[in-house]
T-cell receptor, first 117, second 114 residues
Framework: AQKITQTQPGMFVQEKEAVTLDCTYDTSDQSYGLFWYKQPSSGEMIFLIYQGSYDEQNATEGRYSLNFQKARKSANLVISASQLGDSAMYFC??????????????FGKGITLSVRP | DTGVSQNPRHKITKRGQNVTFRCDPI?????LYWYRQTLGQGPEFLTY????????KSRLLSDRFSAERPKGSFSTLEIQRTEQGDSAMYLC????????????FGSGTRLTVV
């Protein structure tokens, strides 16, 4: 089974509207971390937001928030007030365990977001 | 903090040639990672270092691939006898051990094997 699943086709959103990008994950670890990254056409991976498995509150960073539903094993990214510069690929990733010697990230396949003016 | 620097940005090479990429991490970050990203896919883990020690290598890292991090600072990734299937973006990232925050990625080296 894939550890990170991102199945949405290309997403479109109108400028200034909110959009939700879906991510589900699979792990047997109790300790894990979930990340979202943005990759514009330039190729650089830009860190957006992090959620630890023991965090009780959903993470927020400016216009980004993470809708963490532990029982459903989902970690959806919500972007509020979309901007044209938000057009990019978005990747969900997991680190398991969240601390310790083995701390590589496992990425999903990504979702393309296009913001329409 | 000047970010993670990768050189070169682009590399075109003929099949069978050797190539070497360099990554300069953020100076205070002791963990350094290499990932490979093919078109339309997410990055796949290749290997990582804590200081100068290479702690894990993916099965994706065939015998033709070797990575080093002498003195625990910059790192190099070498691919010997390149094949067309090696064409990809090679990303480097760094972080501090056990950090709860994100990993800082470089802009990558795009390799094209012709």
């Amino acid at each position: 089974a894939q550890k990170i699943t991102q199945t949405q086709p290309g997403m479109f959103v109108q400028e200034k509207e909110a959009v939700t990008l879906d991510c589900t994950y699979d792990t047997s670890d109790q300790s894990y971390g979930l990340f979202w990254y943005k990759q514009p056409s330039s190729g650089e991976m830009i860190f957006l937001i992090y959620q630890g498995s023991y965090d009780e509150q959903n993470a927020t960073e400016g216009r980004y928030s993470l809708n963490f539903q532990k029982a459903r094993k989902s970690a959806n990214l919500v972007i509020s007030a979309s901007q044209l510069g938000d057009s990019a690929m978005y990747f969900c990733a997991m680190r398991e365990p969240d601390t310790g010697a083995n701390s590589k990230l496992t990425f999903g396949k990504g979702i393309t977001l296009s913001v329409r003016p | 903090d000047t970010g993670v620097s990768q050189n070169p940005r682009h590399k075109i090479t003929k099949r069978g040639q050797n190539v070497t990429f360099r990554c300069d991490p953020i100076s205070e970050h002791n963990r350094l990672y290499w990932y490979r990203q093919t078109l339309g896919q997410g990055p796949e883990f290749l290997t990582y270092f804590q200081n100068e020690a290479q702690l894990e290598k993916s099965r994706l890292l065939s015998d033709r691939f070797s990575a080093e991090r002498p003195k625990g600072s910059f790192s190099t990734l070498e691919i010997q006898r390149t094949e067309q299937g090696d064409s990809a973006m090679y990303l480097c990232a760094s972080t501090t051990a056990g950090g709860a925050g994100g990993y800082t990625f470089g802009s990558g080296t795009r390799l094209t094997v012709v």
